[in-house]
């Protein structure tokens, strides 16, 4: 099989998945609160984009990517659904409701996350090669923190490689133990510099460059067959979220 050949095909068998996940067949992915086992979560993938502005003057948060042409929720069975956007470092970020403080899993956050690299990785490698990169460059190789920041930042937010601090907002810095305004966007500052830095030696990620790839509205359709629902299965309980990334 070709290059080309295998390329399609692994675009199709994700967006063959995506299509069940629209037609509602999620297969196992469901996990159960932390606190309220009566409330479950599931994701549900639409084959559509989703645009989120950014503010140029904003320089304490991170910003989205926009070239996506899908977007995930994070469903309830309450019927309250939380919007996920996956930002320029490849973490995930949506909304904190008081409804769920403490009840979203740390498993299920792991999963929005591969959920949307597994699709970026085909419609856009390098930026998944980028994704790759951040998450696996630990904090004790990044110059200009000392010993005992990487402490704060562990123990305080679990942050311990550069997606996690690139991601961050300055107001989640600013909550941590004698970590003020000007420290805070020094440490942000210093994940970027990185980032322009890698970027400068493999190329520039672009955030708002339509990607390329096919579409679900040029998907062949499935046979009766393919689509037949798939039993629920048991929900099961995980650990807590980490800190700090529920927005």
Not at 13 to 36: A, H, M, P, R
Not at 50 to 71: A, G, Q, S, W
Not at 169 to 186: C, I, N, P, Q
Request: net charge positive.
């Amino acid at each position: 099989m070709s290059r080309e050949k295998e390329v399609l095909q692994a675009a199709l068998d994700v967006l063959y998945k995506e299509q069940d996940n629209i037609n509602g067949f999620t297969g196992d992915k469901y996990w159960s609160g932390l606190k309220n086992n009566r409330l479950t979560f599931y994701m549900h993938t639409f084959n559509y984009p989703l645009k989120y502005p950014h503010d140029p003057r904003d320089i304490d948060t991170p910003r989205f990517v926009n070239n996506l042409n899908f977007h995930i929720n994070l469903r309830t069975t309450y019927g309250v659904d939380l919007v996920t956007r996956l930002d320029e470092w490849g973490m995930v970020q949506y909304q904190t409701l008081e409804l769920f403080k403490d009840e979203i899993p740390k498993e299920l956050f792991a999963e929005l996350i591969r959920a949307h690299h597994e699709i970026v990785a085909i419609r856009n490698p390098h930026m998944k090669r980028f994704f790759d990169w951040a998450h696996s460059f630990p904090l004790t190789d990044l110059k200009g923190l000392t010993d005992a920041n990487r402490a704060v930042l562990k123990e305080g937010l679990e942050v311990t490689n550069l997606a996690q601090l690139g991601c961050c907002f300055t107001s989640d810095l600013t909550r941590l133990k004698g970590v003020g305004e000007t420290t805070a966007r020094k440490w942000r500052a210093l994940a970027y510099e990185q980032g322009v830095a890698w970027m400068a030696e493999h190329g520039p990620v672009e955030l708002e460059k339509p990607m390329t790839g096919i579409t679900s509205a040029s998907m062949p359709q499935k046979s009766a067959q393919q689509t037949k629902p798939q039993a629920r299965p048991k929900v099961g309980r995980s650990k807590k979220h980490r800190k700090g990334k529920n927005r």
